[in-house]
T-cell receptor
Framework: DGGITQSPKYLFRKEGQNVTLSCEQNLNHDAMYWYRQDPGQGLRLIYYSQIVNDFQKGDIAEGYSVSREKKESFPLTVTSAQKNPTAFYLC??????????????FGPGTRLTVL | AQTVTQSQPEMSVQEAETVTLSCTYDTSESDYYLFWYKQPPSRQMILVIRQEAYKQQNATENRFSVNFQKAAKSFSLKISDSQLGDAAMYFCAYRRGNTGNQFYFGTGTSLTVIP
């Protein structure tokens, strides 16, 4: 089955530690995205990538880093510089044909809690 | 950044009745795409319906339909014959056409279905 996987589902981190969230897709999509979801704030874009080895900052990139070494994978690292990292993180992907109504497909999410 | 506004944080509907969720957006573009996503308690985001701005006809998917008013920049979602499984958070999203590689989401509306 084609889709997006995120692991782990739940993640606990001590303050001051970096942690990496995994996102893998087998949909052959060029574009991938990371969102943060907090209650009452909808989805806020952290980083996105349209092609391997290239990515752009979203609205709330501070304290996060990403890499895109393979088309299928777009891991997100939450660094110790992120002031309030406890949140639900969603990964998404899309066909990069912007002249068409291509939607985003989402993974199941990772709940990160900082202890 | 584009602005997408969902002014109803919470809505409720009686089972088998009809409910309308509102969404407005701010853009100076004429070519764009609009989406409604559903996020049930599992937190898996699912596409409900989509609309191309250049199409006058409102999109319909079974019990779900939209009222797209381009001049008013309004994109409401109507759910007919509401079912218990419709209970979820609903997010409205906007993407600019052609070169638009970012999706902008509203803050969501939590829908409760009363048996």
């Amino acid at each position: 089955d084609g889709g997006i996987t995120q692991s782990p589902k739940y993640l606990f981190r001590k303050e001051g530690q970096n942690v990496t969230l995994s996102c893998e897709q087998n949909l052959n999509h060029d574009a991938m995205y990371w969102y943060r979801q907090d209650p009452g704030q909808g989805l806020r874009l952290i980083y996105y990538s349209q092609i391997v080895n290239d990515f752009q900052k979203g609205d709330i990139a501070e304290g996060y880093s990403v890499s895109r070494e393979k088309k299928e994978s777009f891991p997100l690292t939450v660094t110790s510089a992120q002031k309030n990292p406890t949140a639900f993180y969603l990964c998404a992907s899309s066909v990069a044909n912007w002249g068409f109504y291509n939607e985003q497909f989402f993974g199941p999410g990772t709940r990160l809690t900082v202890l | 950044a584009q602005t997408v506004t969902q002014s109803q944080p919470e809505m409720s509907v009686q089972e088998a009745e009809t409910v309308t969720l509102s969404c407005t957006y701010d853009t100076s573009e004429s070519d764009y795409y609009l989406f409604w996503y559903k996020q049930p308690p599992s937190r898996q985001m699912i596409l409900v319906i989509r609309q191309e701005a250049y199409k006058q006809q409102n999109a319909t998917e079974n019990r779900f339909s939209v009222n797209f008013q381009k001049a008013a920049k309004s994109f409401s979602l109507k759910i007919s014959d509401s079912q218990l499984g419709d209970a979820a958070m609903y997010f409205c999203a906007y993407r600019r056409g052609n070169t638009g590689n970012q999706f902008y989401f509203g803050t969501g509306t939590s829908l409760t279905v009363i048996p």
